[in-house]
Antibody, heavy 117, light 108 residues
């Protein structure tokens, strides 16, 4: 069974750093892209970026380029999304999802990030 | 960058057919995918590559794509279909994945 399991909810202060994770199992982790999707409270889905764990090839949405870093450790089948300096506007639910081609077939359960002073 | 436009809301009576559109420049040349998201849950893929259904998705869900509009059609709508629906494409010119703004389906 394919599963993407994300790390737990986080509460951070503005200016702090954060790295959240997404662990894949039940499939060949290095053969599928892993994307990250933001959903702000009451809003729609926004594609942030995507990584191919096999060779760490990475793409970013222009809206998120330079704001976050996507990485992966194929030895432990885990992808990451990280911030160096959080803002209140980063408060959102973040989903990872696997992409065999152009669509996202399996999704993680989501990680809620709350940034508040 | 490529833009996908969806109506904010669609309403339908139980047992009727709901159609949710997704507009984009020459979207018919792209593969369109659709997701269902219920409150408090992660999105679920319901249609991929314009009209294919993942295993476990009812045949009531179907898709089409031509010209500048893709359509998700839900036949014999049930109360449990009430959710937000998002279209999505991969834009080859920018190598970016793009989501539409989402449509809230209300079952009357």
């Amino acid at each position: 069974e394919v599963q993407l399991v994300q790390s737990g909810a986080e509460v951070k202060k503005p200016g702090e750093s954060l790295k959240i994770s997404c662990k894949g199992s039940g499939y060949s982790f290095t053969s599928y892209w892993i994307g990250w999707v933001r959903q702000m409270p009451g809003k729609g889905l926004e594609w942030m970026g995507i990584i191919y764990p096999g060779d760490s090839d990475t793409r970013y949405s222009p809206s998120f380029q330079g704001q976050v870093t996507i990485s992966a450790d194929k030895s432990i089948s885990t992808a990451y999304l990280q911030w160096s300096s959080l803002k209140a506007s980063d408060t959102a639910m973040y989903y990872c999802a696997s992409s065999p081609t152009g669509h996202f077939d399996y999704w993680g359960q989501g990680t809620l990030v709350t940034v508040s002073s | 960058s490529y833009v996908l436009t969806q109506p904010p809301s669609v309403s339908v009576a139980p047992g009727k057919t709901a159609r949710i559109t997704c507009g984009g420049n020459n979207i018919g040349s792209k593969s369109v995918h659709w997701y269902q998201q219920k409150p408090g849950q992660a999105p679920v893929l319901v249609v991929y590559d314009d009209s294919d259904r993942p295993s476990g998705i009812p045949e009531r869900f179907s898709g089409s794509n031509s010209g500048n509009t893709a359509t998700l059609t839900i036949s014999r709508v049930e109360a449990g279909d009430e959710a937000d629906y998002y279209c999505q494409v991969w834009d080859s010119s920018s190598d970016h994945w793009v989501f539409g703004g989402g449509t809230k389906l209300t079952v009357l």
